[in-house]
């Protein structure tokens, strides 16, 4: 009697304690859902999903983005309905987690043979769960989708059914359509079902279609792969990039840095212990290698690609939690187990505080920024985004009108083919300031897109001072520059104006070149200084000194030195990646007042603390008379 009465309660019992982790975990979630501003990827997701078609989505993300549409056309069908506020954007993804969660438990479920509320309650408090869950993109239901994906495979393996299947072929198209990894992670699923289940003709056929339609997406985006550039550094180090990807499985972003390596470590000994739990059992043997041979093959095409985020190993992050909650509730009956799991339970809660409190975890404050500079932009003001791909995420919050804002490049997507130079930035301020008063500078991973400097120094040589006005620090992430400019913006030349100088080797060639110098301005007697433009090239690239420092020293007739100043080579010194276009270099040079009108010879000079080095310039000019 006793026997029946606990095989009646206990389902109902695991039932409601999945229901209260699901809710819990929903609740959590929700909690500050709206807090932070929207980051740059969240921002290109929900202006591109708000403001184009369901076919120009699809034509937008090949061509720009590299990627699949799904989750682009879920969020806009969403909006269509729930609106596009902070907090509704984000609710998608909330749903996406939370049903990661509840998967959890059946998963758990299936390799346990009963409730696998550990899995589930450990994904309920996951902080890299609760971060993905909490930004409108689409990793928390690419998580979900993998997790889906694989419960469906153990089901099938399980029964051999054709039906099942032909539903785990749909579900791993969904997963493939969600984002480009997910085109990867069920392609290794796939190579590893024909592997398997070769005979069964069923299992066959939807591998062969998966790994068809994959292929597929492949040949439709490579045509786009050239003019995307990600990154000067591809590939990258597969040391590095194995460390971060197994980091991310406990920390999605390092809190502190020096936990990286002892997070990465505890995920390899994890790894492990799982792999000698699982030999026995089936089941959870495939489970424990569908973890590793995907997480290997996403390292590998990280390493490759040369964009590594700690986002994009998350895909597999709810896989590896669901093993270990397994694991651990298998050993429950232990005080080992139960001690691990309140351990888990202890650090993911702590985690969670980290997430809500760290300034490590606080998103740019676009949306602080942005409305700070709407209030106090004036009428002969615009703002100047570097670098442009931000845009998106500016126009969400300057919406409905960012005709006082100007992106450069103007290119939603990062894209270091589009690095800035003179010749492609100067006209487009020319458009945006010319007679202006006054211009606002947002910056925001200009090292990659303007990494000499450009458009500050440009903005600088006409702002009064000749320098920028404070820093203003509040908005995190961002930096905020405001120029006024002492008389209307003056137009620039738009193309590098003619060199009269003579360029000469003299030293060891270290691999700069010098495209000319000139003076931009008439220098005449009395003037407290001198400009100088120099436009400076490393191509082929090689490596040089950051710190390269160039003397600018200028001569008399007779032969005599007049004025000498040292400064760095370019505002920002040189490059440190492979950064071959040219490099804008303006120059102020201080000036005796006893310098009489007449003919001077200007000498520069660049060197390190080597030595001088190759190429040195020389430019004669003549001084006017005063006024």
């Not at 996406?96 to 450990?122: D, F, I």
């Not at 187990?337 to 975890?361: D, F, N």
């Not at 590098?496 to 003076?519: F, K, Y």
Request: net charge positive; aromatic share 10%; proline share 6%.
């Amino acid at each position: 009697m006793c026997q029946a009465h606990a095989d009646r309660v206990l389902p109902r019992l695991s039932s409601w304690a999945a229901l209260l982790i699901v809710l819990s975990a929903f609740a959590v979630r929700l909690v500050g859902l709206e807090a932070q501003s929207l980051w740059y990827d969240e921002g290109y997701s929900v202006q591109l999903s708000r403001t184009q078609s369901f076919v120009q989505i699809a034509q937008v993300t090949a061509q720009q983005d590299l990627n699949t549409p799904l989750h682009y056309w879920m969020l806009k069908a969403w909006m269509l309905g729930a609106g596009w506020s902070e907090f509704a954007v984000r609710l998608l993804s909330v749903f996406g987690s939370v049903l990661g969660v509840a998967l959890g438990w059946k998963l758990g479920q299936q390799l346990l043979g009963r409730g696998g509320w550990v899995s589930a309650l450990l994904l309920a408090l996951s902080p890299a769960n609760l971060i993905v869950a909490q930004e409108a993109r689409t990793y928390a239901w690419l998580g979900t989708a993998f997790l889906t994906t694989s419960l469906a495979l153990l089901v099938a393996q399980r029964s051999l059914q054709v039906r099942y299947w032909g539903v785990w072929g749909v579900l791993a198209l969904i997963t493939m359509g969600l984002h480009v990894l997910g085109a990867l992670v069920v392609g290794v699923m796939a190579l590893g079902v024909l592997w398997q289940h070769w005979r069964v003709r069923a299992a066959r056929l939807s591998a062969i279609g998966v790994l068809a339609v994959g292929a597929a997406l492949v040949l439709a985006l490579l045509p786009y792969r050239a003019s995307y550039g990600v990154s000067f550094d591809a590939p990258a180090d597969v040391h590095l990039v194995a460390v971060g990807a197994l980091a991310a499985q406990v920390l999605p972003r390092a809190l502190p840095q020096a936990w990286v390596v002892p997070s990465a470590a505890s995920v390899g000994l994890m790894l492990v212990v799982l792999g000698v739990w699982s030999a026995r059992d089936l089941r959870r043997r495939v489970v424990v290698l569908l973890f590793v041979v995907n997480l290997a093959a996403l390292v590998a095409f990280f390493a490759w690609s040369g964009k590594f985020s700690a986002r994009h190993p998350l895909v597999v992050q709810p896989l590896f939690t669901v093993l270990v909650g397994v694991m651990l509730q298998s050993a429950l009956k232990g005080w080992i187990g139960r001690g691990i799991l309140a351990m888990l339970v202890m650090l993911s809660a702590l985690g969670v505080l980290a997430v809500r409190q760290s300034p490590a975890y606080a998103n740019e404050d676009f949306r602080g920024a942005v409305q700070y500079v709407r209030a106090a932009l004036q009428p002969d003001e615009r703002l100047i985004l570097v670098s442009g791909h931000f845009a998106p995420v500016v126009d969400y919050y300057w919406d409905p009108d960012a005709s006082q804002r100007v992106a450069l490049p103007d290119d939603p997507v990062l894209n270091v083919a589009h690095a800035l130079t003179y010749e492609e930035t100067v006209p487009m301020l020319n458009a945006a300031l010319g007679g202006k008063g006054g211009a606002w500078l947002l910056l925001w991973q200009d090292d990659v897109i303007d990494p000499t400097g450009l458009v500050p120094e440009l903005l600088r040589r006409q702002a009064v001072a000749l320098g920028p006005r404070a820093l203003i620090t509040q908005f995190h992430g961002l930096r905020l520059l405001h120029y006024r400019f002492f008389q209307p913006y003056r137009l620039l030349p738009e193309r590098i104006p003619a060199s009269p100088a003579q360029i000469v080797v003299n030293r060891a060639e270290v691999g700069l070149s010098n495209l000319g110098c000139t003076l931009p301005m008439p220098v005449r007697a009395g003037a407290p200084w001198m400009e100088v433009w120099c436009f400076w090239q490393i191509k082929p690239f090689r490596p040089l000194d950051v710190n390269t420092q160039v003397s600018l020293r200028v001569f008399d007739a007779e032969g005599s030195l007049r004025a000498q100043q040292d400064q760095a080579i370019a505002p920002r010194g040189l490059p440190y990646f492979p950064y071959e276009k040219p490099i804008f270099a303006p120059y102020f040079l201080m000036l005796p007042a006893d310098l009489l009108p007449g003919a001077y010879t200007l000498h520069l000079v660049p060197y390190t603390a080597a030595g001088e080095i190759a190429p040195q310039v020389m430019l004669t000019f003549t001084m006017l008379p005063r006024d």
